[in-house]
T-cell receptor, first 113, second 113 residues
Framework: GQQVMQIPQYQHVQEGEDFTTYCNSS?????IQWYKQRPGGHPVFLIQ?????EVKKQKRLTFQFGEAKKNSSLHITATQTTDVGTYFC?????????????FGKGTKLSVIP | KAGVTQTPRYLIKTRGQQVTLSCSPI?????VSWYQQTPGQGLQFLFE???????NKGNFPGRFSGRQFSNSRSEMNVSTLELGDSALYLC????????????FGPGTRLTVL
């Protein structure tokens, strides 16, 4: 079945350093979504990427969708303590335009002030 | 608009018992999905309901079941609880219009003793 893998599993950074998490799917995706879950909270939608090679920015966050639509990355510039949490990528189940999502296991970000 | 609500927020049960969890989606959202979240396995898809019909099911045993009512509210049931069922159970609703963003509820933390 479809697998979505994320690396690294954990990342500890000093406040002000950059952070990147990578997501790889075993199948081509029609789109990919990113979510953030704060400690003790629930996942919150950040963004969806649809086009091959697409790059989107949200303030200090930059999201990329690979040319083959099988990988994606999230880059945070100059991390802040408010960035702490677990970042998940998710792709439609079975790789097609399904409305169900397969989540990666997430990258847990810790920011040392 | 009110967000997704889940009740109860916390539950403690013993092995062999059964449990029912409830989810009220955002008004107007007809798709409700359930996920199990554990530290080791991450977010795993249980099932999705749309217009009172189960459209998709994840790889969970038959002890896990659910239903959806005409007002889109959903319940999931776990029978014959096992220790390994201890997890955060998250419900998510979606409008299925445009971006298939999943709006998550706060979850029900189930502990099986």
């Amino acid at each position: 079945g479809q697998q979505v893998m994320q690396i690294p599993q954990y990342q500890h950074v000093q406040e002000g350093e950059d952070f990147t998490t990578y997501c790889n799917s075993s199948t081509t995706l029609s789109n990919i979504q990113w979510y953030k879950q704060r400690p003790g909270g629930h996942p919150v939608f950040l963004i969806q990427l649809v086009k091959s090679g697409e790059v989107k920015k949200q303030k200090r966050l930059t999201f990329q969708f690979g040319e083959a639509k099988k990988n994606s990355s999230l880059h945070i510039t100059a991390t802040q303590t408010t960035d702490v949490g677990t970042y998940f990528c998710a792709g439609p189940r079975d790789g097609a335009g399904s409305y169900q999502l397969t989540f990666g296991k997430g990258t847990k970000l810790s920011v040392i002030p | 608009k009110a967000g997704v609500t889940q009740t109860p927020r916390y539950l403690i049960k013993t092995r062999g018992q059964q449990v029912t969890l409830s989810c009220s989606p955002i008004s107007g959202h007809r798709s409700v999905s359930w996920y199990q979240q554990t530290p080791g396995q991450g977010l795993q898809f249980l099932f999705e309901y749309f217009s009172e019909t189960q459209r998709n099911k994840g790889n969970f045993p038959g002890r896990f079941s659910g239903r959806q009512f005409s007002n889109s509210r959903s319940e999931m049931n776990v029978s014959t609880l096992e220790l390994g069922d201890s997890a955060l159970y998250l419900c998510a609703s979606s409008s299925l219009a445009g971006v298939n963003e999943q709006f998550f509820g706060p979850g029900t933390r189930l502990t099986v003793l």
